[in-house]
């Protein structure tokens, strides 16, 4: 007799199918119709973490909100002022925004800082270790996200390259972020975070190069 698939099976399942199914798609050269999808793929993203992670207290649930918020509010004056990462705007594939800002963004910002600082915390004990740990991995998706992020109309920045300065202002907000993960000693589920940060490297790595 088989045996029934646990919840945390059951998300990874969901994560690999809809990443996978958009690599074949996009690869065999569908993708305006994958791509404009990506709003959707990322709103199960994050329904995943909520679910499985599971976000089931008010410590967690308040530090999520927190991190989200900030990002946004870091996106919104990036976008609107020019402040912290350079001169770039948002296109139409991350779904509704709000002064130029996808909302999905905010809630993108909480979920990485969530997953890594996550892994992070299974290897290391020291809370500044375990951000830095935590910002190098955030920092490493970015790299490969910059490349496609125009490609897919998720952004694009000014003359068509990421500035020196996006990358070191996100790894200050990433940094600050996983200080609060662990300041509070959020726990969660290791086995779904390291699946949910493959799932996106292996995303934007396979396209980084394909592109």
């Known amino acids: 007799m088989l045996n029934r698939p646990s919840n945390t099976q059951i998300g990874i399942g969901l994560l690999w199918l809809f990443h996978i199914s958009g690599i074949i798609g996009i690869s065999l050269g569908y993708k305006e119709r994958f791509v404009s999808r990506t709003s959707m793929n990322l709103f199960v993203l994050i329904m995943v973490l909520m679910l499985f992670f599971p976000l089931d207290t008010i410590k967690k649930i308040s530090i ?7 990002g ?13 990462f350079g001169s770039y705007s948002y ?16 809630a993108n910002w909480a979920m990485l800082t969530f997953i890594t600082g996550c892994i992070a915390s ?46 070191l202002a996100w790894g200050a907000f990433a940094y600050a972020f996983q200080l609060l993960y662990h300041r509070f000693d959020i726990k969660g589920n290791f086995v779904l975070s390291a699946h949910m940060l493959a799932v996106q490297l292996v995303f934007f790595i396979y396209f980084y190069v394909y592109f």
């Not at 946004?72 to 912290?84: M, P």
């Not at 925004?97 to 999905?104: A, C, E, I, M």
Request: net charge negative; glycine share 12%; proline share 4%.
């Open 64 to 70: 999520f909100l927190i991190v989200g918020i900030l």
């Open 72 to 84: 946004f509010i870091a996106e919104y004056l990036g976008v609107n002022y020019g402040l912290f």
């Open 91 to 106: 296109g139409e594939n991350l779904g509704t925004k709000f002064f130029g800002v996808p909302w999905l963004i905010g």
């Open 122 to 167: 299974k290897f290391l004990s020291n809370m500044w270790l375990k951000a830095l740990i935590g910002t190098s991995l955030m920092l490493i998706l970015d790299v490969f996200m910059e490349k496609i992020a125009p490609i897919f109309d998720f952004w694009e920045f000014e003359g068509g390259i990421a500035p020196i300065d996006n990358y």
